[in-house]
């Protein structure tokens, strides 16, 4: 059964790195666009960042340059640094991973997701 797992969650100050990781499970996800998305409380899943197997990566335009994806096909991992966090920056983060980029319809498995918190 495939499966996705995130952590690294957490509650930090505004201006705190945290690293979120999902870990894969069930197959071999190295094909798959993998993409973390996010969720504050009354609001749509959004797009953060997502990458290719070929290395390319996406980002929204409210993460960039804060935010670095990064993928390790071998261990069937993906990673979210994040930098400078924001307030704003408050949501559950999912991974996910699919065959699209930037909608939550291109992706097929999901995981529980994480909850980060950002303080003022």
Excluded: H
């Amino acid at each position: 059964q495939e499966q996705l797992v995130e952590s690294g969650g957490g509650l930090v100050q505004a201006g705190d790195s945290l690293r979120l990781s999902c870990a894969a499970s069930g197959r071999a996800f190295g094909s798959s666009v993998m993409g973390w998305f996010r969720q504050a409380p009354g609001k749509e899943r959004e797009f953060v960042a997502a990458m290719k197997w070929s290395g390319l990566r996406y980002y929204a335009d409210s993460v960039k340059g804060r935010f670095t994806i990064s993928r390790d096909d071998a261990k069937n991992t993906v990673a979210l640094q994040m930098t400078n966090l924001k307030p704003e920056d408050t949501a559950v983060y999912y991974c996910a991973a699919g065959v699209g980029i930037w909608r939550t319809s291109s992706y097929t498995y999901w995981g529980q997701g994480t909850q980060v918190t950002v303080s003022s």
